[in-house]
């Protein structure tokens, strides 16, 4: 068959030696992976849309490392590795834009850092336990900030933070573009866009995905769909499926930009329900909110993702946290899906009773560097490497329980609402009362 060229959808039947479905990031790394490591592997890729229409290139654009989420790795892998697993994530940043740098990737990359910052009493001290944790460390980046400085990098809303200096910014769906180019052009990886899985068959010693107007026929897959796993029961088990709000605004003067913070600096607050924002190169502010939608059972993927319907959340912080931009209008807005584990970590795997099936989900809202990690675990997995990537804790699924639906659906979303409700009342300077305290403590992914 004939390389397809951009665009270019499966029709009839095609083989390969690995099928990677997804073309975001997961799926464009591992198959760039696996051609680096095998460049005599045959590698095919299907994407139900075009590469980066999924959380890929829809996500806030920030490029940075595992070590904020040190107290989770450390639950999950012990004090030494979860320093080895942290220090790689710090190298995936540095690997991603050394790629983009060595194959003219232009993604709009500003290395200003990020800064996890305080916009309320409640929030103020949040990277506490994560300091204490990686003191002495090596590759820890965090640098505490006072009051004044982090308003002056920031926004005039904030109290104090802490800088990541190691971090950058960039234009999401340049990245994942850019990744295709290379994965085609450079690496002879075949990509159908507009070609969705319909299913997997298991026949003889190949697997088949099986799509609208063809097939493949492959020694092994990779599902790299993101939240779209929720559609296996077994996955969707480990998981809460959530949404962000994310809005752009119109390119502004200088004067006004200069309200959101230091250019290509990204921010995020501490409040559960994060609140994340940064500039452009074209002089827009990108503004994001977590956890504002809740998806039930295997539709929650496919009913988040579009144009924000309401937003009136998304407003009332823009306007809370940037103050000298209260009231500019949004040029656009969306929501995406994120797939949040019981340990706000990744993890890949075997798909429960298919032996050459593997997949890679969970990012939880931060997967444009460790995404790059997880591209290196799935090529070790598929090629049955026995090494550090095969053997790391990101290999096993997350240990909790989470309620069988429609009970985690009707509960997530009291829960929710008890969340935004704790949240309004402590950014007002009010107690929250006592009843919607008590059900915001109930959100799964706090027991870690």
Known sequence: MEPPTQGTALRGRTTADVCIVGGGYTG????????????????????????????????AGMLMNLWPKFPSLEALAGRTEATWLAQQSSNAVEDVIGFCRDHGIEAHIERRGWLWASSSPAQ?????????????????????????TARALGSTA??????????????????????????VERYGVRIYEHTP??????????????????????????????????????????????????????PLPAELLAGAGDPGLGVSDSTRMLNYW???????????????GLGFRQHGARSMF????????????????????????????????????????????QLPGRSRVWFG?????????????GGRILASLV?????????????????????????????GQVVKHAMISKERAENDGRTPGSVVGALSRLDPTTWV
């Open 361 to 373: 989900t969970g990012y939880s809202g931060d997967g444009v560097g460790p995404s790059r990690m």
């Open 28 to 59: 464009l790394w591992t198959a760039l992976e696996l051609k680096i490591r095998r460049p005599d592997l045959d590698v095919c890729l299907v994407e139900a849309g075009v590469c980066g229409s999924g959380a890929s290139g829809t996500n």
């Open 197 to 250: 899985m319909r299913a997997t068959e298991e026949r003889g010693n190949r697997t088949h995905v099986v799509t609208p107007h063809g097939r493949v026929e492959a020694g092994a897959v990779v599902l790299a769909i993101n939240a779209w796993m929720s559609a296996f029961a077994h996955v969707r088990r480990t998981m809460v499926m959530s949404a962000s709000d994310n809005a752009i605004t119109r």
């Open 306 to 349: 579009g144009p924000v319907r309401r937003d009136a959340i998304i407003r009332r912080e823009f306007d809370r946290l940037l103050p000298a931009l209260a009231g500019e209008d949004f040029a656009a807005t969306w929501r995406a899906p994120v797939e949040y584990t019981l340990t706000s970590l990744p993890y890949f795997r």
């Open 278 to 292: 940064r500039t452009t190169r074209d002089g827009r502010v990108v503004f994001g909110k977590g956890g504002v």
């Open 383 to 411: 090629l049955g490497e026995d090494d550090e990537w095969s053997n790391c804790a990101f290999t096993q699924p997350p240990r909790g329980w989470l309620p069988p639906e429609p009970f985690r659906f009707l509960g």
């Open 124 to 148: 103020d001290g949040a990277w506490t336990e994560s300091l204490n944790l990686v003191e002495g460390l090596d590759g820890t980046p965090f640098r505490v900030l006072d009051g004044d």
């Open 158 to 183: 904030l109290r104090g933070g802490v800088l990541d200096p190691t971090s950058a910014t960039l234009q999401p769906a340049l990245l994942v573009r850019g990744l295709r180019r290379v994965a």
